[in-house]
């Protein structure tokens, strides 16, 4: 068995006995006809892990907090699909170019107050970022939640994410990214 396998096998069990705010029950998984469609409307493809997620363990309600969103249909909980937000987010970004979201960047999970985790889809470890818009800049609203989709994973199931352990001294990194990719996107 795979490393990520043994990690989708974890993430599976723990997404059968607990359920995030909000959800009364795991979503059965998308199947590949509904991944195909979600990335068709994104314009780019799913990182594997992330993908995996979709297909093999629910369409969201399983994750830290409020769980990861359903990829393309509303959920249960009242939260839009991954999808829809991604593109809400996208032509707001164009409508207000003060705030522009970044190309490949999906909004995966809801922390309530306007914050999102997010999926860096064009990074090789599949970047967790996250989107925290509520001090008022755009140039400080980004941070790097975990190098990699399988670190975010393994810290909401070993209970070591920052949302567990947040101290007075706790500092998120920057994303630093974040001007040279809304950049990219407005030169293209």
């Given at each position: 068995m795979t490393e990520n396998e043994q990690l989708l096998a974890r993430v599976t069990a723990k997404a059968?006995?607990?359920r995030p705010w909000g959800w009364t029950s795991l979503p059965e998984p998308v199947d590949a006809a509904t991944l195909a469609r979600a990335e068709a409307a994104l314009g780019f493809v799913l990182p594997p892990l992330l993908a995996d997620l979709y297909?093999?363990?629910g369409d969201g309600g399983f994750g830290p907090e409020y769980g990861l969103l359903p990829l393309l249909d509303s959920p249960p909980a009242g939260e839009p699909a991954a999808v829809v937000q991604y593109l809400a987010n996208r032509e707001s970004g164009r409508r207000d170019p003060d705030w522009p979201w970044p190309e490949g960047v999906l909004p995966i999970s809801h922390w309530?107050?306007?914050?999102?985790?997010?999926?860096?889809?064009?990074s090789p470890?599949?970047?967790v970022?996250?989107?925290?818009p509520n001090p008022g800049d755009p140039?400080?609203?980004?941070?790097v939640d975990t190098p990699g989709?399988?670190?975010?994973l393994r810290a909401w199931l070993e209970g070591t994410g920052w949302?567990?352990?947040?101290?007075?001294?706790f500092q998120m990194a920057p994303w630093t990214d974040f001007r040279i990719r809304t950049t990219e996107a407005r030169a293209s």
């Amino acid at each position: 068995m795979t490393e990520n396998e043994q990690l989708l096998a974890r993430v599976t069990a723990k997404a059968h006995n607990t359920r995030p705010w909000g959800w009364t029950s795991l979503p059965e998984p998308v199947d590949a006809a509904t991944l195909a469609r979600a990335e068709a409307a994104l314009g780019f493809v799913l990182p594997p892990l992330l993908a995996d997620l979709y297909l093999h363990v629910g369409d969201g309600g399983f994750g830290p907090e409020y769980g990861l969103l359903p990829l393309l249909d509303s959920p249960p909980a009242g939260e839009p699909a991954a999808v829809v937000q991604y593109l809400a987010n996208r032509e707001s970004g164009r409508r207000d170019p003060d705030w522009p979201w970044p190309e490949g960047v999906l909004p995966i999970s809801h922390w309530g107050c306007a914050m999102y985790a997010c999926v860096d889809c064009r990074s090789p470890k599949a970047t967790v970022l996250l989107f925290e818009p509520n001090p008022g800049d755009p140039d400080r609203a980004w941070f790097v939640d975990t190098p990699g989709l399988a670190d975010w994973l393994r810290a909401w199931l070993e209970g070591t994410g920052w949302y567990d352990e947040m101290d007075d001294d706790f500092q998120m990194a920057p994303w630093t990214d974040f001007r040279i990719r809304t950049t990219e996107a407005r030169a293209s």
